[in-house]
Protein backbone atom coordinates (compact mmCIF):
# COMPACT_ATOMS: atom_id res chain seq x y z
CA UNK A 1 0.00 0.00 0.00
CA UNK A 2 1.33 3.06 -0.63
CA UNK A 3 2.14 5.68 1.89
CA UNK A 4 0.00 8.80 2.29
CA UNK A 5 0.48 12.14 3.19
CA UNK A 6 -2.68 13.73 4.69
CA UNK A 7 -2.59 18.57 4.67
CA UNK A 8 -5.31 19.85 6.07
CA UNK A 9 -7.13 18.34 9.35
CA UNK A 10 -10.15 20.55 9.87
CA UNK A 11 -13.75 19.43 10.16
CA UNK A 12 -13.46 17.06 6.79
CA UNK A 13 -10.05 16.27 6.31
CA UNK A 14 -9.57 14.86 10.18
CA UNK A 15 -12.24 12.09 9.48
CA UNK A 16 -11.01 11.18 6.47
CA UNK A 17 -7.85 10.75 7.39
CA UNK A 18 -9.04 8.75 9.79
CA UNK A 19 -10.65 6.33 7.79
CA UNK A 20 -7.76 5.99 5.63
CA UNK A 21 -5.96 4.80 8.93
CA UNK A 22 -8.61 2.49 9.48
CA UNK A 23 -8.06 1.20 6.23
CA UNK A 24 -4.50 -0.10 6.98
CA UNK A 25 -2.99 2.61 5.46
CA UNK A 26 0.13 4.36 6.62
CA UNK A 27 -0.90 8.15 7.06
CA UNK A 28 1.33 10.83 8.25
CA UNK A 29 -0.22 14.24 8.94
CA UNK A 30 0.57 17.66 9.34
CA UNK A 31 -2.12 20.71 10.54
CA UNK A 32 -1.49 24.21 11.57
CA UNK A 33 -3.65 23.11 14.73
CA UNK A 34 -1.78 20.70 16.73
CA UNK A 35 -5.08 19.59 18.79
CA UNK A 36 -6.24 17.42 15.31
CA UNK A 37 -2.67 15.95 14.92
CA UNK A 38 -2.59 14.74 18.10
CA UNK A 39 -6.13 12.73 18.25
CA UNK A 40 -4.97 11.35 15.01
CA UNK A 41 -1.67 10.25 16.24
CA UNK A 42 -3.32 7.99 19.02
CA UNK A 43 -5.35 6.33 16.11
CA UNK A 44 -1.63 5.68 14.61
CA UNK A 45 -1.05 8.90 12.35
CA UNK A 46 2.86 9.45 11.95
CA UNK A 47 3.09 13.36 12.70
CA UNK A 48 5.36 15.75 10.60
CA UNK A 49 5.80 19.24 11.30
CA UNK A 50 5.90 20.82 7.96
CA UNK A 51 4.03 19.79 4.20
CA UNK A 52 7.53 19.39 3.36
CA UNK A 53 8.19 16.55 5.59
CA UNK A 54 4.98 15.22 4.83
CA UNK A 55 5.65 15.25 0.91
CA UNK A 56 9.27 13.70 2.04
CA UNK A 57 7.66 10.66 3.78
CA UNK A 58 4.54 10.08 1.31
CA UNK A 59 4.48 8.76 -2.37
CA UNK A 60 0.69 10.18 -2.42
CA UNK A 61 0.27 13.74 -0.87
CA UNK A 62 -3.63 14.95 0.21
CA UNK A 63 -4.34 18.31 0.97
CA UNK A 64 -7.79 19.25 2.38
CA UNK A 65 -7.76 23.03 2.76
CA UNK A 66 -9.89 25.84 2.90
CA UNK A 67 -9.41 28.06 -0.20
CA UNK A 68 -7.26 28.36 -3.15
CA UNK A 69 -4.48 30.33 -2.02
CA UNK A 70 -4.00 28.06 0.77
CA UNK A 71 -3.10 25.00 -1.39
CA UNK A 72 -1.10 26.94 -3.95
CA UNK A 73 0.91 28.04 -1.24
CA UNK A 74 1.01 24.62 0.68
CA UNK A 75 1.75 22.88 -2.50
CA UNK A 76 3.70 25.81 -5.11
CA UNK A 77 5.58 27.37 -2.31
CA UNK A 78 6.27 24.90 0.43
CA UNK A 79 5.73 20.86 -0.23
CA UNK A 80 6.92 21.41 -4.21
CA UNK A 81 10.25 21.52 -2.43
CA UNK A 82 9.79 17.52 -1.50
CA UNK A 83 7.67 16.50 -4.01
CA UNK A 84 9.31 14.03 -6.87
CA UNK A 85 8.95 13.07 -9.76
CA UNK A 86 6.41 9.68 -9.86
CA UNK A 87 4.47 10.61 -7.00
CA UNK A 88 0.73 11.47 -6.71
CA UNK A 89 -1.24 14.65 -5.77
CA UNK A 90 -4.54 14.75 -4.68
CA UNK A 91 -6.60 17.84 -3.55
CA UNK A 92 -9.89 17.63 -1.85
CA UNK A 93 -10.74 21.14 -1.09
CA UNK A 94 -12.88 23.07 -2.93
CA UNK A 95 -11.04 25.65 -4.47
CA UNK A 96 -11.23 27.47 -7.92
CA UNK A 97 -10.88 25.39 -11.17
CA UNK A 98 -8.67 28.02 -12.08
CA UNK A 99 -6.22 26.96 -9.26
CA UNK A 100 -6.28 23.18 -10.35
CA UNK A 101 -5.18 23.84 -13.45
CA UNK A 102 -2.53 25.59 -12.53
CA UNK A 103 -1.10 23.12 -9.78
CA UNK A 104 -1.88 20.46 -12.65
CA UNK A 105 0.08 21.87 -14.87
CA UNK A 106 3.27 22.82 -12.41
CA UNK A 107 3.35 19.78 -10.96
CA UNK A 108 3.30 17.43 -14.67
CA UNK A 109 6.26 19.70 -15.30
CA UNK A 110 7.76 17.47 -12.28
CA UNK A 111 6.83 14.38 -13.56
CA UNK A 112 3.85 14.31 -10.71
CA UNK A 113 0.38 13.41 -11.46
CA UNK A 114 -2.08 15.16 -9.91
CA UNK A 115 -5.70 15.23 -9.09
CA UNK A 116 -8.49 17.83 -7.92
CA UNK A 117 -11.10 16.00 -6.18
CA UNK A 118 -13.39 17.67 -4.02
CA UNK A 119 -15.94 16.17 -2.27
CA UNK A 120 -19.87 16.13 -1.08
CA UNK A 121 -21.49 14.50 2.00
CA UNK A 122 -20.50 16.96 4.78
CA UNK A 123 -19.13 16.57 8.36
CA UNK A 124 -21.36 13.50 8.66
CA UNK A 125 -19.86 11.42 5.03
CA UNK A 126 -16.67 12.39 5.77
CA UNK A 127 -16.83 10.60 9.33
CA UNK A 128 -18.80 7.46 8.06
CA UNK A 129 -16.55 7.48 4.84
CA UNK A 130 -19.62 7.54 2.56
CA UNK A 131 -18.49 11.05 0.54
CA UNK A 132 -19.52 11.66 -3.23
CA UNK A 133 -16.31 12.62 -4.22
CA UNK A 134 -16.06 13.94 -8.12
CA UNK A 135 -12.02 13.99 -9.43
CA UNK A 136 -10.54 15.84 -12.76
CA UNK A 137 -7.67 14.71 -13.99
CA UNK A 138 -5.67 11.97 -15.78
CA UNK A 139 -7.10 8.98 -16.33
CA UNK A 140 -4.16 6.57 -15.39
CA UNK A 141 -3.48 9.26 -11.85
CA UNK A 142 -7.47 7.91 -11.14
CA UNK A 143 -6.96 4.97 -11.48
CA UNK A 144 -4.17 5.00 -8.78
CA UNK A 145 -5.63 6.84 -6.71
CA UNK A 146 -9.50 4.67 -6.46
CA UNK A 147 -8.40 2.54 -3.70
CA UNK A 148 -7.42 5.46 -1.49
CA UNK A 149 -10.43 7.06 -2.59
CA UNK A 150 -12.33 4.52 -1.68
CA UNK A 151 -11.62 4.59 1.82
CA UNK A 152 -12.98 7.90 2.06
CA UNK A 153 -16.30 7.82 -0.10
CA UNK A 154 -18.50 5.72 -1.98
CA UNK A 155 -19.72 7.47 -5.43
CA UNK A 156 -16.73 8.27 -6.84
CA UNK A 157 -16.80 9.47 -10.27
CA UNK A 158 -13.86 10.69 -12.82
CA UNK A 159 -15.26 13.91 -14.80
CA UNK A 160 -12.90 14.96 -17.02
CA UNK A 161 -9.71 16.47 -16.81
CA UNK A 162 -7.66 18.73 -14.59
CA UNK A 163 -10.29 21.33 -13.18
CA UNK A 164 -13.53 19.06 -14.20
CA UNK A 165 -13.73 18.43 -10.08
CA UNK A 166 -13.75 21.76 -9.05
CA UNK A 167 -16.37 22.69 -11.95
CA UNK A 168 -18.15 19.54 -10.61
CA UNK A 169 -17.79 20.98 -6.91
CA UNK A 170 -19.33 24.05 -8.17
CA UNK A 171 -22.43 22.67 -9.32
CA UNK A 172 -22.87 20.53 -6.25
CA UNK A 173 -22.85 23.98 -3.95
CA UNK A 174 -25.17 26.03 -6.05
CA UNK A 175 -27.69 22.70 -5.21
CA UNK A 176 -27.25 22.25 -2.10
CA UNK A 177 -27.23 26.57 -1.34
CA UNK A 178 -30.39 26.85 -3.00
CA UNK A 179 -31.63 23.60 -1.26
CA UNK A 180 -30.69 25.42 1.92
CA UNK A 181 -32.63 28.51 1.13
CA UNK A 182 -36.03 26.69 0.13
CA UNK A 183 -36.00 24.46 2.85
CA UNK A 184 -35.19 27.80 4.95
CA UNK A 185 -38.19 29.29 3.25
CA UNK A 186 -41.00 26.69 3.27
CA UNK A 187 -40.42 25.54 7.20
CA UNK A 188 -40.48 29.49 8.13
CA UNK A 189 -43.71 29.41 6.01
CA UNK A 190 -45.33 26.94 7.67
CA UNK A 191 -44.58 27.91 11.32
CA UNK A 192 -45.72 31.33 10.61
CA UNK A 193 -49.27 29.84 8.52
CA UNK A 194 -49.59 27.70 11.92
CA UNK A 195 -48.68 24.67 10.91
CA UNK A 196 -45.92 22.44 12.48
CA UNK A 197 -42.81 22.53 10.47
CA UNK A 198 -41.73 19.23 11.56
CA UNK A 199 -45.13 17.53 10.39
CA UNK A 200 -44.61 19.73 6.84
CA UNK A 201 -40.65 18.38 6.71
CA UNK A 202 -42.00 14.75 7.29
CA UNK A 203 -44.81 14.97 4.72
CA UNK A 204 -42.04 16.29 2.10
CA UNK A 205 -39.51 13.58 3.21
CA UNK A 206 -41.81 11.37 1.71
CA UNK A 207 -42.88 13.38 -1.70
CA UNK A 208 -41.08 14.84 -4.40
CA UNK A 209 -39.59 17.37 -2.38
CA UNK A 210 -37.64 14.81 -0.40
CA UNK A 211 -33.70 15.47 -0.27
CA UNK A 212 -30.79 14.99 1.83
CA UNK A 213 -31.22 18.77 2.68
CA UNK A 214 -34.61 18.56 4.16
CA UNK A 215 -33.26 15.62 5.58
CA UNK A 216 -30.14 16.95 7.84
CA UNK A 217 -30.54 20.45 7.54
CA UNK A 218 -34.33 20.40 7.84
CA UNK A 219 -33.74 19.00 11.23
CA UNK A 220 -30.80 21.47 12.72
CA UNK A 221 -33.46 24.07 11.93
CA UNK A 222 -36.12 22.51 13.63
CA UNK A 223 -34.07 22.30 16.67
CA UNK A 224 -32.66 25.64 16.26
CA UNK A 225 -28.73 23.15 16.38
CA UNK A 226 -26.25 25.28 14.44
CA UNK A 227 -23.13 23.57 15.18
CA UNK A 228 -20.83 23.58 12.41
CA UNK A 229 -21.19 20.43 9.99
CA UNK A 230 -19.92 23.17 7.32
CA UNK A 231 -20.17 26.82 8.09
CA UNK A 232 -21.32 29.86 5.94
CA UNK A 233 -18.42 31.30 5.87
CA UNK A 234 -16.82 28.09 3.67
CA UNK A 235 -20.54 28.27 1.89
CA UNK A 236 -20.22 31.73 0.96
CA UNK A 237 -16.21 30.91 -0.27
CA UNK A 238 -17.32 28.28 -2.68
CA UNK A 239 -20.53 30.59 -3.77
CA UNK A 240 -17.80 33.05 -5.00
CA UNK A 241 -15.92 30.60 -6.50
CA UNK A 242 -18.96 29.68 -8.28
CA UNK A 243 -19.51 33.04 -9.35
CA UNK A 244 -16.28 33.57 -10.10
CA UNK A 245 -16.35 30.81 -12.52
CA UNK A 246 -19.82 31.50 -14.03
CA UNK A 247 -18.37 34.94 -15.16
CA UNK A 248 -15.41 33.26 -17.34
CA UNK A 249 -17.87 31.68 -19.27
CA UNK A 250 -20.20 33.99 -19.10
CA UNK A 251 -23.34 32.04 -17.35
CA UNK A 252 -25.39 34.10 -15.42
CA UNK A 253 -26.61 32.19 -11.77
CA UNK A 254 -29.46 34.41 -10.53
CA UNK A 255 -30.92 32.49 -7.73
CA UNK A 256 -26.86 32.16 -6.83
CA UNK A 257 -25.92 35.65 -6.77
CA UNK A 258 -29.34 35.66 -4.15
CA UNK A 259 -28.51 33.04 -2.04
CA UNK A 260 -25.20 34.61 -1.39
CA UNK A 261 -26.51 37.89 -0.64
CA UNK A 262 -28.31 36.26 2.00
CA UNK A 263 -25.16 34.50 3.06
CA UNK A 264 -23.42 38.21 3.41
CA UNK A 265 -26.14 39.06 5.39
CA UNK A 266 -25.43 36.33 7.88
CA UNK A 267 -21.96 36.90 8.17
CA UNK A 268 -22.80 40.80 8.64
CA UNK A 269 -24.31 39.24 11.68
CA UNK A 270 -22.07 37.50 12.74
CA UNK A 271 -23.50 33.78 12.16
CA UNK A 272 -20.20 32.71 9.68
CA UNK A 273 -18.89 30.19 11.74
CA UNK A 274 -22.71 28.53 12.56
CA UNK A 275 -23.89 25.69 10.36
CA UNK A 276 -25.11 27.00 6.71
CA UNK A 277 -28.96 26.13 8.06
CA UNK A 278 -28.43 28.92 9.93
CA UNK A 279 -29.66 30.86 7.01
CA UNK A 280 -33.59 30.21 8.34
CA UNK A 281 -32.50 32.93 11.54
CA UNK A 282 -32.85 35.48 8.73
CA UNK A 283 -35.88 34.64 7.68
CA UNK A 284 -37.10 33.84 10.97
CA UNK A 285 -36.02 37.30 11.70
CA UNK A 286 -37.61 38.73 8.81
CA UNK A 287 -40.63 37.12 9.54
CA UNK A 288 -41.13 38.23 13.34
CA UNK A 289 -40.39 34.81 14.46
CA UNK A 290 -39.27 34.87 17.78
CA UNK A 291 -37.65 31.03 17.79
CA UNK A 292 -34.22 32.73 16.92
CA UNK A 293 -30.95 32.17 18.00
Same mark, same amino acid.
Given at each position: M?? @?? =? @? *?? !??? *?????????KAGYSVTVYNRSRLAMDELAKQGAVLADSAQEVARQADVV? #??????? /????IVLTEAIQTLRSGMLFIDMSTIAPAS $?????? #????? *? @?QSLDAPV??? /? &?????? #?????? *?????? =?????????AMGHNIVHVGEAGAGQVTKACNQIVVALTVQAVAEALTLAKKSGVDPAKV?? $??? +?? =???????EVHGKRMLENSFQPGFTIDLHRKDMNIVLQTAREVSVPLLGSSQ? #???? /? $?? &? $?? +?? !???DNAALVTLYQELSNETETR
Open positions: EK @IG =F @I *GL !GIM *GKPMAANLLI #TCLPDSP /DVEA $ARKIYE #TLKAK *G @ISGG /D &IGAQQG #TLSIMV *GGEASA =FERALPILQRE $ALL +GG =FAQSRVLV #TSLM /D $AA &I $AQ +GK !GSL
